[in-house]
């Protein structure tokens, strides 16, 4: 989460008129003295510019984790294979075993071919093990065989955090507005959205999302740091400084949020608010504060 951002200049450019312009008129060009900017009177400073729009936002903090294991299926007096299987199952992904885990998820799924609750530990298996696209296909049988809404929610929910980490943001953006559909009151889910849509460029659908994540939960610091991200890149400043403000407000100690905070300050020339967050991070981490007193010269 600390990939800082960057300033990145526009660069110069002569259109072809101008180009064309140019040789035609050169004998007299060359004889042109360039026009320069009269320098400040004497003892002044030249005012400082601000800093350019283009700069980027560090980068968003990441998604809220996949729902786990749905426990309390097998008991210490194990009558039969399936619930002897589901516990093997629980206790090595418990203990990070997750090929195991697929194994003995896969033995439970062929005894019992139309439990929606064991395609659904099976996927999470498989997500942990990292073998994506078999999650999907288990989160997705899950879905078809459930009655049951809430495991239909967290199957379409992980199914969209193991598409939004294999880069199809377009389908995780899918499978997260059909959790949204059976759980509106979670603020994750609008979270995790937000993120997808901003990885897909739908900055507009990413800010609504963040917005109604914070709404959902007063205290979501990653989603007040996301909204505040969001605003920036859109170069809405204000509205960015307020985000950060209450993103540090939530959690003092949150030095890319001072950052960011810092320079949405200097892009609407606060030079004073951005001297306070670098006065900040010489306490939290030193290195961002060096890196926003270079941007603020």
Do not use: W
């Not at 739908?202 to 007040?224: C, G, I, M, P, W």
């Not at 407000?249 to 001072?258: G, I, N, S, T, Y």
Request: some cysteine; overall charge positive; charged content about 20%.
């Amino acid at each position: 989460m600390s990939r800082i951002f960057t300033r990145v200049g526009r660069a110069p450019f002569i259109s072809l008129v101008a180009l064309s312009l140019c040789l035609l008129t050169c004998a007299a060009a060359a004889q042109a003295q360039p026009r320069q900017t009269p320098p400040p009177p004497q003892g002044q400073k030249p005012p400082k510019k601000k800093l350019q729009a283009s700069s980027n936002f560090a980068q968003y903090a990441g998604r809220d984790a996949s729902n786990r294991l749905i426990t309390g299926g097998a008991t210490r007096n194990i009558t039969d294979d399936a619930a002897k299987y589901t516990q093997t199952g629980q206790e090595s992904y418990e203990a990070g075993k997750f090929t195991e885990a697929v194994e003995a998820f896969k033995k439970v799924v062929a005894l019992k071919p139309r439990s929606d609750t064991a395609h659904y530990q099976l996927g999470v298996a498989y997500e942990a093990a990292g073998s994506s696209a078999e999650a999907v296909a288990s989160y997705r049988k899950a879905v078809e065989l459930t009655t049951n809404s809430d495991i239909k929610a967290v199957a379409f929910y992980n199914t969209g955090n193991v598409q939004a980490a294999a880069g199809q943001t377009k389908e995780a953006i899918e499978s997260y507005r059909k959790v949204v559909e059976l759980m509106p009151q979670a603020p994750e889910i609008h979270y995790n959205l937000g993120l997808a849509y901003a990885a897909d460029g739908q900055s507009k659908e990413a800010l609504e999302s963040f917005k109604q994540a914070v709404s959902l939960r007063a205290d979501y610091t990653e989603a007040q740091f996301n909204l505040g991200i969001t605003y920036g890149t859109a170069e809405q400043y204000r509205e960015a400084v307020a985000a950060f403000k209450e993103a540090v407000r939530l959690k003092p100690d949150h030095a890319e949020a001072h950052f960011n905070l810092g320079l949405a300050h200097l892009a609407l020339n606060e030079r004073d608010a951005a001297q306070a967050e670098i006065k900040t991070l010489q306490t939290l981490k030193p290195e961002l504060a060096a890196r926003l007193k270079e941007l603020a010269n």
